[in-house]
């Protein structure tokens, strides 16, 4: 399977401030993807990042996929209430199945 | 684009009895769909990998008999949750994958709780 770690697990900003979340792969990603979701609702698809050096932004959030293509980033400026959820990397592995890493929760306090 | 069309968004049942869940994709054909169980505050943990016409292939831990798959057809694939107990209570997602296209489309969940 593919072991994607994603740090912090939870954190919690308060409105404005930037913040970052990494995922790391234990093998070398092919296709990287960030979603976006709240608990028991459906998968908001942010971003997808295939080549080494990588970079994508969207609004206030940049993605970013490292040369080595193991780790990833997302980064979020000036946060707000609305960027609030749970945010999952994904990436798929040889045999084609598609595995998210272990989340991370995102609280912003007005 | 590609959609995929999950059912039902929420259902309640009896603790015993068993549970459905469709995933259809809509306007493409997906050789290969995917499960997944979501519990909350933690990630989508990936149940088994669905085949058209094949056996679905189960990720450890998963208990096949309980959690059985069919993907009948290059639209559908079924999740149903056997004998259900209140600990399968849970979010479950699923995702379908375009023949020769890269990249994933996700159904909208299914969240079952059993009482």
């Known amino acids: 399977s593919q072991e994607l770690e994603q740090s912090p697990q939870s954190l919690i900003v308060q409105e404005g401030k930037n913040l970052t979340i990494n995922c790391t792969s234990s093998?070398?990603?092919?296709?990287l993807y960030w979603y976006k979701q709240k608990y028991g609702e459906g998968l908001i698809f942010l971003m997808m990042?295939?080549?080494?050096?990588e970079e994508k932004s969207h609004e206030k959030i940049t993605a970013k996929l490292d040369e080595k293509k193991q780790q990833s980033s997302l980064h979020i400026t000036a946060s707000q209430p609305s960027h609030a959820g749970i945010y999952l990397c994904?990436?798929?592995?040889?045999?084609?199945?598609?595995?998210f890493g272990t989340g991370t929760s995102l609280t912003v306090i007005p | 684009g590609a959609v995929v069309s999950q059912h039902p968004s929420w259902v309640i049942c009896k603790s015993g009895t068993s549970v459905k869940i469709e995933c259809r994709s809509l306007?493409?054909?997906?050789?290969?769909m995917f499960w997944y169980r979501q519990f909350p505050k933690q990630s989508l943990m990936l149940m088994a990998t669905?085949?058209?016409?094949?056996?679905?292939?189960?990720e450890q831990g998963v208990e096949k008999d309980k959690f059985l798959i069919n993907h009948a057809s290059l639209t559908l694939s079924t999740l149903t949750v056997t004998s259900a107990h209140p600990e399968d209570s849970s979010f479950y997602i699923c995702?379908?994958?375009?023949?020769?296209?890269?990249?994933?489309?996700f159904g909208s969940g299914t969240r079952l709780t059993v009482v």
């Open positions: 093998k070398t990603l092919y296709g």
């Open positions: 995702s379908a994958r375009q023949q020769g296209t890269y990249g994933y489309t």
């Open positions: 994904g990436a798929d592995n040889v045999w084609n199945q598609f595995y």
């Open positions: 306007d493409f054909q997906a050789t290969t």
């Open positions: 669905s085949n058209e016409g094949s056996k679905a292939t189960y």
């Open positions: 990042l295939q080549k080494g050096g």
